[in-house]
């Protein structure tokens, strides 16, 4: 996985063997203590190399964050990074990382965890929560936000990321991608109201407007100017933006002036990131774009952006995911994205000294009796229709289905995170009249999902069920009768298809059915979100005493 470090590795030993040999000649030592001490240096030398292993490693997998984390934005505090995404209408939102690295991260929480802080209305996935911005200043952490569904744009902050944050502060400057720039005591604001990047000046604390909203830059040209953040560097204000809109034609570009209100001058380079060329066409990466900068304590410069991977064909599922690339600064004090303006899933760079996590374990058991941070719902939740009842996670039957755009349905779902996956739950529907429904959904909104889930039947028996839900079209594929228990849902994800089981002993599964991947992509379905895994419950009536009791959900992502 690391090629130049097992070279170093090799050129470390065969260096201490030489210094040793270059003795040799002039001392008389018995044949056993030489070869006592050849040993003892191989191990000597075995012992350095490996302390430099885990010390500066080599290379990272991209995307550091894989799966829907779209509009990265990043901070540092001290040792310490931390990362931010959108979050549309999922509660809770704006999901928060962090990391020593820049490469492993891990979920810490969310940012917005009350309702207060977080009205979702009837948010869809085009709704919510868009880009959001962090930033470290004098011990204060703040994360300024748009909520496209409520009173737009808005930030909270706190002193401890990892506890609560404060109330939404409401904010004058319209448009969308909002971020801030902390100066000699002052708060700079900018984000995109009208067709350009504006710029004002803001009390953090209260969010009132100082100065006049200004123009500061157009961008280059490309459509849809956004995702704005100014920083500074040796004198020089740089102001840089995306162009080109969220999907293929997605770009990086950057202009800087001496004074922070402009005027503002081209990077003649620009792009600095784009996969829109000739030299990315085939890349697994598309749609490079919406970037943030980042200083490491080495001094090291560094960008987290977001891009997608298309599968089946230009169709992506997984959404916009977080991806990390080095920069240097070019002899003219413009920045350079690993090297040539792209990136690569595999990056063979030097890296700050690697922390690796443990590895998440592939089963959430409920016996705890919480979620961990990975789990979120469809809008404002309600939490009396999420219980935990001997070491199951029960989900409520309620009368809001899975197509329905307003309201929260009993759903819990996590990220599909890997283009090849295997998600199984196990789960028993009890209490349920004819029609009442629980199970497995593999969801991109509202009109576009899969679900495998167990049926009661007016019978008294339950059947196990496979359906579509593509807009207008709803079609049951397949339903198989089972006896009254346990049943287990299992679905596979490849490329081209979803493959969807069940079993009811827990190990000898049979397939329902397959689904092809691409009519709930975003190419077909729209949206800027990405697949969940849902576990679900609905019930046909008002009055329902249904519910379904989860005692398990495995993923396993390759
Ligand atoms: C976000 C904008 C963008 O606000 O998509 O890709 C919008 N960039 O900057 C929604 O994620």
Wanted: some cysteine.
């Amino acid at each position: 996985m690391y090629p130049p470090f097992s070279s170093a590795v090799s050129r470390s030993i065969t260096g201490c063997c030489e210094w040793y040999r270059g003795d040799t000649e002039e001392t008389i030592v018995s044949e056993e203590s030489n070869a006592f001490m050849r040993k003892m240096m191989l191990l000597l030398g075995l012992a350095l190399s490996l302390s430099c292993f885990s010390q500066n490693r080599q290379g990272y997998q991209n995307p550091v964050i894989p799966g829907f984390h779209p509009d990265p934005s990043i901070c540092r505090a001290g040792d310490d990074f931390y990362l931010v995404n959108s979050s549309f209408q999922y509660f809770p939102g704006v999901p928060l990382f962090h990391s020593k690295d820049l490469i492993n991260w891990e979920q810490i929480g969310h940012c917005l965890t009350r309702p207060s802080q977080l009205p979702l209305h009837d948010a869809g996935p085009w709704g919510g929560i868009y880009a959001p911005t962090i930033r470290y200043n004098s011990g204060t952490f703040y994360m300024i936000t748009t909520n496209v569904s409520d009173k737009g744009n808005f930030l909270v902050h706190t002193t401890d990321p990892r506890g609560e944050w404060s109330e939404p502060v409401w904010l004058k400057q319209g448009g969308i991608d909002p971020s801030l720039y902390f100066e000699d005591g002052k708060c700079y604001l900018v984000s995109n109201p009208g067709v350009g990047i504006y710029l004002c000046e803001i009390n953090p604390k209260t969010g009132e407007q100082l100065n006049e909203s200004k123009r500061i830059w157009n961008g280059t040209g490309g459509r849809h100017p956004e995702g704005p953040h100014i920083y500074k560097k040796d004198g020089w204000y740089y102001l840089l933006i995306s162009e080109g809109g969220t999907e293929y034609g997605h770009k990086v570009t950057i202009a800087r002036s001496r004074d922070i209100d402009g005027p503002y001058e081209e990077n003649p380079a620009n792009p600095i990131l784009t996969h829109i060329n000739k030299n990315a066409q085939n890349s697994p990466i598309q749609g490079t774009g919406h970037a943030d900068l980042i200083q490491a304590p080495d001094g090291s410069w560094w960008m987290v952006c977001l891009a997608f991977r298309p599968q089946s064909g230009n169709h992506h599922l997984l959404g916009r995911e977080t991806f990390l690339a080095p920069v240097r600064w070019d002899k003219n004090a413009w920045p350079v994205v690993n090297g040539d303006g792209t990136i690569a899933l595999q990056m063979d760079v030097p890296t700050l000294p690697q922390h690796p996590l443990a590895p998440k374990p592939a089963r959430t058991d409920f016996k705890n009796g919480k979620l961990g941070p990975e789990w979120v719902h469809i809008r404002n939740y309600h939490p009396e229709n999420y219980t935990f009842a001997s070491g199951n996670l029960r989900l409520k039957a309620t009368s809001v289905n899975l197509n329905n755009g307003k309201g929260s349905p009993t759903f819990v779902g996590r990220r599909q995170e890997h283009i090849d996956f295997t998600a199984t739950t196990s789960m028993q529907l009890k209490k349920a009249a004819s029609g009442d429904e629980a199970g497995l959904t593999v969801y991109m909104f509202e009109p576009s999902h899969y679900d495998l889930f167990v049926k009661q039947l007016a019978d008294g028996k339950q059947a196990v069920v496979l359906r579509y839900q593509l807009n207008e079209l709803t079609h049951t594929e397949k339903e198989v009768i089972l006896p009254q228990g346990k049943v287990q849902l299992r679905v596979k994800g490849s490329n081209e298809i979803y493959s969807f089981e069940y079993a009811t002993n827990g190990k000898d599964f049979k397939e329902l059915g397959r689904m092809n991947t691409r009519y709930i992509s975003t190419e077909t379905a729209g949206g800027f979100t990405g697949i969940m895994l849902g576990l679900y419950a609905v019930s046909g009536s008002q009055t329902s005493k249904a519910y379904a009791d989860f005692e398990y959900f495995d993923y396993e992502g390759k």
